[in-house]
Protein backbone atom coordinates (compact mmCIF):
# COMPACT_ATOMS: atom_id res chain seq x y z
CA UNK A 1 0.00 0.00 0.00
CA UNK A 2 1.68 3.96 -1.14
CA UNK A 3 1.14 5.96 1.72
CA UNK A 4 0.69 9.39 0.55
CA UNK A 5 2.56 12.35 2.16
CA UNK A 6 0.02 15.07 3.94
CA UNK A 7 1.55 18.35 3.23
CA UNK A 8 0.39 21.60 6.10
CA UNK A 9 1.65 25.02 7.49
CA UNK A 10 4.87 24.13 9.50
CA UNK A 11 4.60 26.23 13.08
CA UNK A 12 7.18 28.17 12.01
CA UNK A 13 5.09 29.33 8.24
CA UNK A 14 2.25 29.86 10.28
CA UNK A 15 4.10 31.89 13.03
CA UNK A 16 6.19 34.19 9.57
CA UNK A 17 2.15 34.87 8.24
CA UNK A 18 1.24 35.69 11.45
CA UNK A 19 4.00 38.43 11.68
CA UNK A 20 3.47 39.66 7.98
CA UNK A 21 -0.23 39.97 8.50
CA UNK A 22 0.24 42.16 12.31
CA UNK A 23 3.64 44.19 10.15
CA UNK A 24 0.87 45.27 7.13
CA UNK A 25 -1.94 45.93 9.83
CA UNK A 26 0.57 48.24 11.75
CA UNK A 27 1.33 50.15 8.48
CA UNK A 28 -2.50 50.32 6.99
CA UNK A 29 -4.54 50.64 10.43
CA UNK A 30 -2.92 54.94 11.15
CA UNK A 31 -3.63 54.75 6.94
CA UNK A 32 -6.93 54.29 7.28
CA UNK A 33 -7.62 56.11 10.68
CA UNK A 34 -6.44 58.97 8.26
CA UNK A 35 -8.11 58.39 5.93
CA UNK A 36 -11.34 58.48 7.64
CA UNK A 37 -10.12 62.04 9.65
CA UNK A 38 -9.70 63.13 6.39
CA UNK A 39 -13.36 62.06 5.12
CA UNK A 40 -14.30 63.62 8.91
CA UNK A 41 -12.90 66.89 8.22
CA UNK A 42 -14.24 67.27 4.29
CA UNK A 43 -17.97 66.99 6.20
CA UNK A 44 -16.91 69.65 8.76
CA UNK A 45 -15.69 71.89 6.38
CA UNK A 46 -19.38 71.49 4.25
CA UNK A 47 -20.72 72.35 6.96
CA UNK A 48 -19.26 75.12 8.24
CA UNK A 49 -19.92 76.37 4.30
CA UNK A 50 -23.23 75.67 4.66
CA UNK A 51 -23.51 78.01 8.72
CA UNK A 52 -21.65 80.54 6.76
CA UNK A 53 -23.80 81.06 3.48
CA UNK A 54 -26.99 80.67 6.01
CA UNK A 55 -25.72 83.57 7.64
CA UNK A 56 -24.83 85.68 4.99
CA UNK A 57 -28.49 84.98 3.79
CA UNK A 58 -29.48 85.98 6.50
CA UNK A 59 -27.39 89.23 6.48
CA UNK A 60 -29.00 89.92 2.86
CA UNK A 61 -32.21 89.72 4.39
CA UNK A 62 -31.49 92.04 7.14
CA UNK A 63 -30.16 95.12 5.47
CA UNK A 64 -26.59 93.85 5.22
CA UNK A 65 -26.38 93.67 9.15
CA UNK A 66 -24.67 90.36 10.29
CA UNK A 67 -26.61 88.62 13.22
CA UNK A 68 -26.05 89.42 16.98
CA UNK A 69 -25.55 86.64 19.03
CA UNK A 70 -28.76 88.10 21.44
CA UNK A 71 -28.85 89.31 24.72
CA UNK A 72 -29.23 86.16 27.27
CA UNK A 73 -30.57 87.62 30.48
CA UNK A 74 -32.17 85.63 33.47
CA UNK A 75 -35.52 87.44 32.36
CA UNK A 76 -35.53 85.15 29.29
CA UNK A 77 -33.72 81.75 31.09
CA UNK A 78 -30.52 82.58 29.62
CA UNK A 79 -31.82 81.09 26.59
CA UNK A 80 -29.66 79.44 24.16
CA UNK A 81 -33.18 80.42 21.54
CA UNK A 82 -31.35 83.91 21.06
CA UNK A 83 -27.41 83.05 19.94
CA UNK A 84 -27.04 83.65 16.12
CA UNK A 85 -27.58 79.89 15.68
CA UNK A 86 -31.13 79.71 16.15
CA UNK A 87 -31.44 83.30 13.99
CA UNK A 88 -29.92 81.53 11.22
CA UNK A 89 -30.85 78.05 11.45
CA UNK A 90 -34.31 78.92 9.65
CA UNK A 91 -32.38 78.99 6.02
CA UNK A 92 -30.69 75.86 6.45
CA UNK A 93 -33.66 74.12 8.24
CA UNK A 94 -31.55 71.31 10.08
CA UNK A 95 -29.69 71.72 13.02
CA UNK A 96 -26.93 68.63 12.13
CA UNK A 97 -24.62 70.84 9.97
CA UNK A 98 -23.98 72.61 13.11
CA UNK A 99 -21.93 69.56 14.51
CA UNK A 100 -18.35 68.29 13.60
CA UNK A 101 -18.38 65.20 12.94
CA UNK A 102 -15.23 64.83 15.33
CA UNK A 103 -16.94 66.42 18.17
CA UNK A 104 -17.78 64.09 20.34
CA UNK A 105 -18.29 66.52 23.48
CA UNK A 106 -21.20 65.65 26.06
CA UNK A 107 -24.28 67.83 26.05
CA UNK A 108 -25.99 69.17 29.03
CA UNK A 109 -29.98 67.97 28.59
CA UNK A 110 -31.28 71.95 29.07
CA UNK A 111 -28.80 73.62 26.94
CA UNK A 112 -29.94 73.16 23.50
CA UNK A 113 -28.72 71.58 20.17
CA UNK A 114 -25.08 70.89 19.85
CA UNK A 115 -22.98 72.95 18.00
CA UNK A 116 -19.34 72.62 17.41
CA UNK A 117 -18.93 76.29 15.69
CA UNK A 118 -18.57 79.62 17.32
CA UNK A 119 -18.89 82.96 16.09
CA UNK A 120 -15.77 85.83 15.58
CA UNK A 121 -17.48 87.79 18.28
CA UNK A 122 -14.30 89.15 19.59
CA UNK A 123 -13.31 92.49 21.27
CA UNK A 124 -10.55 94.38 22.26
CA UNK A 125 -9.66 97.08 24.93
CA UNK A 126 -8.08 100.06 25.21
CA UNK A 127 -5.51 99.59 27.60
CA UNK A 128 -4.14 102.74 28.77
CA UNK A 129 -5.44 105.96 31.13
CA UNK A 130 -7.21 107.41 31.71
CA UNK A 131 -10.42 104.95 30.92
CA UNK A 132 -10.81 101.17 30.51
CA UNK A 133 -12.87 100.67 26.86
CA UNK A 134 -13.97 97.91 24.88
CA UNK A 135 -14.42 97.88 21.18
CA UNK A 136 -16.06 95.35 19.08
CA UNK A 137 -13.71 93.87 16.51
CA UNK A 138 -15.39 91.11 15.16
CA UNK A 139 -18.50 89.76 12.72
CA UNK A 140 -21.18 88.32 15.21
CA UNK A 141 -21.59 90.75 17.79
CA UNK A 142 -20.87 89.60 20.93
CA UNK A 143 -24.30 91.25 23.00
CA UNK A 144 -22.60 92.61 26.36
CA UNK A 145 -23.60 95.50 28.12
CA UNK A 146 -20.36 96.47 29.00
CA UNK A 147 -19.42 97.71 25.20
CA UNK A 148 -21.10 99.01 22.38
CA UNK A 149 -23.56 96.43 20.31
CA UNK A 150 -23.96 97.90 17.35
CA UNK A 151 -24.29 94.87 14.95
CA UNK A 152 -21.81 94.42 12.68
CA UNK A 153 -22.57 95.51 8.65
CA UNK A 154 -21.27 93.88 5.60
CA UNK A 155 -19.66 97.21 4.91
CA UNK A 156 -18.05 97.59 8.04
CA UNK A 157 -15.82 94.26 6.97
CA UNK A 158 -12.92 95.44 4.89
CA UNK A 159 -11.33 92.57 4.13
CA UNK A 160 -14.37 90.11 3.96
CA UNK A 161 -11.63 87.65 2.63
CA UNK A 162 -9.74 87.85 4.93
CA UNK A 163 -12.03 87.71 8.20
CA UNK A 164 -12.96 85.18 10.32
CA UNK A 165 -16.42 84.59 10.56
CA UNK A 166 -16.62 81.03 12.59
CA UNK A 167 -14.41 78.91 14.21
CA UNK A 168 -14.58 75.64 15.07
CA UNK A 169 -14.74 74.89 19.29
CA UNK A 170 -15.21 71.47 21.04
CA UNK A 171 -14.21 72.79 24.37
CA UNK A 172 -14.15 75.39 26.56
CA UNK A 173 -10.25 76.85 27.37
CA UNK A 174 -9.42 75.45 30.88
CA UNK A 175 -9.48 78.83 32.90
CA UNK A 176 -13.36 79.22 31.84
CA UNK A 177 -15.75 78.81 35.25
CA UNK A 178 -18.41 77.38 32.42
CA UNK A 179 -16.25 74.17 32.88
CA UNK A 180 -16.87 74.57 37.25
CA UNK A 181 -20.79 73.84 36.42
CA UNK A 182 -22.82 70.85 37.57
CA UNK A 183 -23.17 68.88 34.90
CA UNK A 184 -19.75 70.79 33.62
CA UNK A 185 -20.02 72.55 30.21
CA UNK A 186 -17.13 70.57 28.51
CA UNK A 187 -18.57 71.64 25.16
CA UNK A 188 -19.80 74.77 23.17
CA UNK A 189 -23.33 74.74 23.43
CA UNK A 190 -24.88 77.72 25.50
CA UNK A 191 -25.56 81.24 24.67
CA UNK A 192 -22.07 81.90 26.48
CA UNK A 193 -20.65 79.45 24.42
CA UNK A 194 -22.00 80.65 20.49
CA UNK A 195 -19.22 83.26 19.96
CA UNK A 196 -15.46 83.89 20.96
CA UNK A 197 -15.06 86.88 22.86
CA UNK A 198 -11.55 87.21 24.45
CA UNK A 199 -12.32 89.37 27.17
CA UNK A 200 -15.22 87.86 28.45
CA UNK A 201 -15.68 85.75 31.67
CA UNK A 202 -16.84 83.15 29.96
CA UNK A 203 -13.46 82.15 27.83
CA UNK A 204 -10.92 83.67 30.83
CA UNK A 205 -9.24 85.75 28.09
CA UNK A 206 -8.23 82.51 26.54
CA UNK A 207 -10.00 82.07 23.03
CA UNK A 208 -7.60 82.82 20.49
CA UNK A 209 -4.52 80.85 19.00
CA UNK A 210 -1.61 82.20 20.46
CA UNK A 211 -2.73 83.30 23.79
CA UNK A 212 -1.56 81.38 26.95
CA UNK A 213 -3.49 78.66 28.58
CA UNK A 214 -3.22 79.03 32.44
CA UNK A 215 -5.76 77.69 34.68
CA UNK A 216 -6.28 81.34 36.77
CA UNK A 217 -7.63 83.04 33.83
CA UNK A 218 -5.60 85.85 33.94
CA UNK A 219 -4.02 88.14 31.09
CA UNK A 220 -0.89 87.15 29.99
CA UNK A 221 2.04 87.87 27.35
CA UNK A 222 1.16 85.68 23.96
CA UNK A 223 2.03 81.92 23.66
CA UNK A 224 2.87 80.87 20.25
CA UNK A 225 2.37 77.34 20.93
CA UNK A 226 -1.08 77.70 22.44
CA UNK A 227 -4.61 76.92 20.01
CA UNK A 228 -6.36 78.55 22.41
CA UNK A 229 -9.97 77.29 22.46
CA UNK A 230 -9.93 76.63 18.76
CA UNK A 231 -10.35 72.33 17.94
CA UNK A 232 -7.48 70.87 16.16
CA UNK A 233 -8.40 67.77 15.62
CA UNK A 234 -8.03 67.45 12.15
CA UNK A 235 -4.52 66.61 11.78
CA UNK A 236 -3.57 69.24 13.59
CA UNK A 237 -5.72 72.30 11.48
CA UNK A 238 -8.85 73.96 12.57
CA UNK A 239 -11.51 75.10 10.43
CA UNK A 240 -12.43 78.22 9.23
CA UNK A 241 -15.53 80.25 7.39
CA UNK A 242 -14.79 83.86 6.20
CA UNK A 243 -16.84 86.66 5.96
CA UNK A 244 -17.45 86.57 2.32
CA UNK A 245 -18.70 82.68 2.80
CA UNK A 246 -15.43 80.55 1.74
CA UNK A 247 -14.61 78.16 4.55
CA UNK A 248 -11.15 76.32 4.53
CA UNK A 249 -9.10 74.50 6.71
CA UNK A 250 -6.10 76.29 8.90
CA UNK A 251 -3.55 76.11 11.43
CA UNK A 252 -4.88 78.26 14.23
CA UNK A 253 -1.81 80.14 15.01
CA UNK A 254 -1.64 81.36 11.39
CA UNK A 255 -5.02 83.23 12.14
CA UNK A 256 -3.03 85.59 14.87
CA UNK A 257 -0.17 87.47 15.38
CA UNK A 258 1.21 85.57 17.71
CA UNK A 259 4.56 87.54 18.03
CA UNK A 260 2.14 91.23 18.65
CA UNK A 261 1.68 92.48 22.16
CA UNK A 262 -1.59 91.42 23.46
CA UNK A 263 -1.30 92.00 26.93
CA UNK A 264 -4.76 92.57 28.76
CA UNK A 265 -6.23 92.34 25.03
CA UNK A 266 -5.24 95.23 23.84
CA UNK A 267 -6.53 96.37 20.18
CA UNK A 268 -3.55 95.72 17.93
CA UNK A 269 -2.26 93.52 15.51
CA UNK A 270 -2.33 90.52 16.80
CA UNK A 271 -6.05 89.92 16.24
CA UNK A 272 -5.28 89.45 12.64
CA UNK A 273 -7.46 87.44 10.89
CA UNK A 274 -10.10 88.12 14.03
CA UNK A 275 -10.65 91.63 13.45
CA UNK A 276 -12.88 93.08 10.62
CA UNK A 277 -11.88 96.73 11.31
CA UNK A 278 -8.70 96.12 10.15
CA UNK A 279 -7.65 97.89 6.43
CA UNK A 280 -4.35 95.50 5.63
Not at 118 to 123: F, K, L, Q, R
Amino acid sequence: MVRTKRSAFTLIELLVVIAIIAILAAILFPVFAQAREKARQTSCLSNMKQVALASLMYTQDYDETFCAEGEPQAANGWGWQLTWLMHTQPYMKNFAAFRCPSDNHKVADWSGPAFSYVANGIIGGTCGAPTWQWKFLGVINASRNWFDMTPQTLAGVNLSAETIMFAERHKMPPGSWLNGENPPMHGAFSPWNAVLIGGDGADAGQSLPGQIQTGDGTWSQPDPSSDGAIAVVHSGMGNFAFADGHAKSMRPRTTVKANAQNNCGCIGPFFYMWDATRTQ
